[in-house]
């Protein structure tokens, strides 16, 4: 069975988000946990977490750490405040019984890939047994200057540094394309996908961001588009559930909402795929 959603917003209240998606009859969805402009921790009130919970139950939930979270900085003060704030994260998701954290591996900041996946397991490792309950799946990154985990080879010796069941993946569509997978063809999703499972482990891949990709292939830029309306298009689409690896699961949509389009022509978009692909389909609009 798919799931699928959209990230949605908190910005009235926390449980503002799955009040949306039971309106929209989504059945998975990601938020953030905390502010995305400042370091400070959101309060979340016991009412308020017995509340996400009843309302976001049959949810597949995900939470993301906000994007000033770098955990390859150099920068002391800036990883201390990162490592802080997924600490933060990681409680917040036990309290509301968010079961998986996705966080971007971030920016050495020119120190190189081996400085930041040292930095990044270190903080990883550090962190994850203050919520023995809660995953923390690392998000493949676009390959933009001095980024970290654009390859899978760099996730994966995350992953072994930590050494815990509990670190897995979120694999994100576009990134992949902008780095260099050529997903909207069979050979080169195929060679994705083998280097994911020789590196990761297929069984690690626990959410996919779908989302299609305003810039060409190998671009190196984090630009979201309208599903079936970037350079990944609908025929590239067609081909990701075409494969076995894809065809069932969660999947998360963070896709703009501009002149082209919103989370409705997404859905609508994501929903004709389903149909020509002969999946099943858990939405219930």
């Known amino acids: 069975m798919i799931k699928s959603g959209f990230h949605l917003s908190i910005s009235g209240g926390i449980c503002s988000a799955p009040i949306e998606a039971a309106a929209k009859g989504y059945s998975a969805m990601q938020l953030f946990v905390s502010s995305t402009r400042s370091w400070?921790?959101?309060k979340i009130s016991e009412v308020d977490a017995s509340r996400f919970k009843e309302l976001s139950n049959g949810l597949d939930?995900?939470?993301?750490?906000?994007?000033?979270?770098n955990p390859s900085s150099p920068n002391e003060d800036v990883w201390a405040k990162s490592k802080i704030m997924m600490q933060n994260n990681l409680l917040a998701c036990e309290t509301l019984g968010i079961k998986s954290l996705v966080m971007h591996i971030g920016s050495s900041l020119g120190r190189g890939?081996?400085?930041?996946?040292n930095r990044t397991a270190k903080m990883v490792r550090d962190s994850i047994d203050l919520a023995g309950g809660v995953d923390i799946l690392l998000e493949n990154s676009a390959g933009y200057k001095n980024s970290v985990g654009s390859k899978f080879g760099e996730i994966g010796e995350i992953i072994d540094l930590v050494g815990s069941k509990r670190v897995k993946m979120c694999l994100d569509t576009c990134?992949?394309?902008a780095a260099g997978y050529d997903i909207s063809s069979r050979q080169g999703l195929d060679k994705m996908l083998h280097e994911i499972d020789a590196h990761v482990g297929l069984a690690r891949m626990r959410f996919v961001h779908l989302n299609d990709s305003k810039y060409p292939l190998n671009s190196g830029l984090d630009r979201h588009f309208h599903i079936s309306r970037g350079h990944i298009g609908r025929a590239g689409f067609d081909n990701l559930f075409s494969n076995a690896a894809f065809r069932s699961g969660s999947y998360i949509m963070e896709t703009p909402i501009d002149m082209f389009g919103d989370n409705d022509t997404n859905m609508s978009e994501f929903a004709s795929i389903m149909r020509s692909a002969k999946l099943k389909f858990d939405n219930s609009k």
């Open 40 to 42: 400070q921790q959101t």
């Open 61 to 69: 939930l995900i939470a993301h750490i906000p994007y000033l979270c």
């Open 113 to 117: 890939v081996e400085f930041g996946i």
């Open 175 to 177: 990134h992949a394309f």
